[in-house]
C-alpha cells in the first residue's frame, strides 16, 4: 500500500506540476499578445515584446506557442486585454500590489477583492501602498554563469544599480527605465538572461510570525491562481527558520 500512495503522491504532483506550467504558459502568452499590440509584432523592434518572448524562452515555452500568442495580436482577432493594478494590506498589514491582464475588470476586481477579505485583509485605492515599494527592473542568471566578483563587474559595466548574489542565482537590479538597455548588454557579455522583467520591489518590510506567514502565503497562491493576475508582490519579512518550516509543510 506504501508504495502504490507514494506513486499517487507522485502522479498528485506531477498533475499539480503541469497545471501549474500550463497556467504560467498562459499568462506568458497574453503578455506576448499584449506586447504585441502594444507596438510592431518584432521582437527586434518592440523592446516590451523582445522582453516577453525572452522571458517565454526562459520558462521553456515551446517556440510554436510563442509563435501563436504574437500573431494572435497581428490577427486582430484577440480579446482587449487591460492592465490593471491593485493594492491592499494582507494579514498582519503586509502590503501586496497585483497586476492583472483582463478583458472585464469588473470580474478581476471582483475576485481580487474576495482573495483580500477571505485573508482578513482589505483590498486599498492605487497607490495606498505603491510607496512601499520600488518599480525597478530585475535581470536573473543561474549561479553557474560566473563568480558573484565577475556578475558584479558586469552588471556595473552595464549600468545596473545593484546585484544580490547566493548558491543558486545572480539577480542583477536596474532603474524601470534602463532595463532594455542593461539587459542587452548583460546579454552580450553574458548570454541570454533566466528572466528579465519589471517588479515592485519592497523598500519597507513588514515581519510576521508563522501563523500570519502562512496566511500571507496562502493569500499570494490564491491571487497567483487566478487567471487574469499576472504577478503579485508582497513585503512581508520571514525568518529562515520560519521560512524553511512553511517550505517543507
Do not use: C
Not at 516590451?48 to 520558462?59: F, G, H, I, P, T
Not at 542587452?184 to 520591489?201: C, P, T
Amino acid at each position: 500500500m506504501a508504495g502504490h500512495s507514494q506513486f499517487k503522491n507522485i502522479m498528485h504532483r506531477k498533475g499539480r506540476q503541469d497545471a501549474v506550467r500550463s497556467k504560467m504558459f498562459s499568462k506568458l502568452g497574453r503578455e506576448i499578445t499584449v506586447a504585441a499590440k502594444s507596438g510592431l509584432p518584432d521582437p527586434e523592434m518592440n523592446p516590451r515584446l523582445r522582453l516577453a518572448v525572452n522571458n517565454a524562452k526562459a520558462q521553456s515555452m515551446p517556440k510554436d506557442n510563442i509563435e501563436r500568442a504574437i500573431k494572435k495580436a497581428a490577427g486582430g482577432d484577440s480579446e482587449n486585454y487591460e492592465e490593471v493594478r491593485y493594492e491592499g494590506y494582507g494579514p498582519g498589514g503586509v502590503a501586496v500590489i497585483v497586476e492583472a491582464l483582463t478583458d472585464n475588470r469588473n470580474r478581476t476586481a471582483s475576485n481580487v477583492r474576495s482573495y483580500f477579505t477571505k485573508s482578513g485583509g482589505s483590498m486599498g485605492e492605487t497607490g495606498s501602498v505603491g510607496f512601499m515599494f520600488d518599480h525597478v527592473g530585475e535581470i536573473v542568471y543561474p549561479a553557474a554563469v560566473g563568480e558573484p566578483d565577475a556578475i558584479l563587474e558586469a552588471a556595473i559595466e552595464a549600468g545596473a544599480d545593484d546585484v544580490i548574489s547566493d548558491e543558486e542565482s545572480h539577480t542583477i537590479i536596474t532603474a524601470f527605465e534602463d532595463i532594455g538597455e542593461v539587459s542587452s548588454a548583460l546579454e552580450a557579455s553574458l548570454g541570454q538572461a533566466r528572466s528579465v522583467k519589471a517588479i515592485w520591489r519592497p523598500n519597507i518590510g513588514a515581519p510576521v510570525d508563522e501563523d500570519k506567514a502562512q496566511s500571507v502565503m496562502r493569500l499570494i497562491d490564491n491571487l497567483d491562481d487566478d487567471d487574469d493576475v499576472q504577478n503579485v508582490y508582497a513585503n512581508y519579512e520571514v525568518d529562515d527558520e520560519t521560512m524553511a518550516k512553511l517550505s517543507a509543510a
